[in-house]
């Protein structure tokens, strides 16, 4: 959005606000006050004042319908970011949700002793899992919208972190039909972090591997000092 000016050195282009309508504002002051005091206003005096008036008018004018655009333009941004959001969010859901009830349906008719029911509880735990994952990543964007977020650090074991992540998402890998390859630190070094995020983190990263990754292919993990 853009608006045209009257005033000399103006006159052959137009100033959009988005690229700086405060400096635009200046500038036409600017020129009007030279002409004001070279004279160069017809009638000079109030008739001067009075055409200044009416440029800054138009500016003022000008202004608000592009700042109304502007608002425009920001919320229909964010509505679509939102609708994305809940779109994803959804998936992220329905997914182990789907997956949850068809487990229960079948353990109603499945022995206690089978196969198929012990199958059904690691599916269960598997995406309760997931399900929790899900919400504490959600709780750590709304702690990050907010300032809030927060790390609690202690030492920690990247070999343990590392076995943890691979073992949550060894089902889901074994459906996919990809292979999880870990390899650990020999000499079980400790470092300083937050376990709990860094587990989060991995196990994110993880997640995305196995699902990005071809039936028959491999996903490796390393744990490695340097």
């Not at 008018?57 to 941004?77: G, W, Y």
């Not at 959804?90 to 008719?109: F, K, M, Q």
């Amino acid at each position: 959005v853009s608006w045209g000016c009257r005033s000399p050195g103006l006159e052959q282009g137009r100033v959009g606000v988005l690229d700086g309508g405060g400096e635009a504002v200046g500038q036409v002051a600017e020129a009007l006050l030279m002409r004001i005091v070279g004279g160069d206003l017809e009638g000079g005096g109030d008739a001067a004042l009075v055409e200044f008036r009416d440029e800054l008018e138009i500016l003022h004018s000008s202004f608000d319908e592009v700042m109304s655009a502007a608002a425009d333009e920001i919320h229909s941004r964010m509505t679509s970011a939102k609708d994305v959001f809940h779109a994803r969010l959804s998936h992220e859901l329905s997914t182990p949700v789907t997956a949850i009830i068809g487990c229960v349906d079948t353990l109603r008719n499945s022995e206690k002793e089978s196969d198929q029911f012990a199958r059904c509880i690691d599916v269960l735990n598997r995406n309760a899992e997931l399900l929790v994952a899900t919400v504490e990543n959600l709780r750590d964007l709304s702690e990050m919208i907010f300032g809030r977020f927060r790390f609690a650090f202690r030492d920690c074991d990247a070999n343990e972190i590392a076995k943890l992540a691979a073992e949550t998402v060894h089902a889901i890998s074994v459906d996919k039909g990809v292979d999880i390859i870990l390899k650990l630190e020999p000499s079980g070094r400790q470092f300083t972090a937050d376990p709990v995020k860094l587990h989060q983190a991995l196990l994110n990263v993880l997640n995305n591997a196995v699902k990005f990754t071809p039936k028959g292919g491999t996903v490796s993990l390393e744990c490695a000092s340097t």
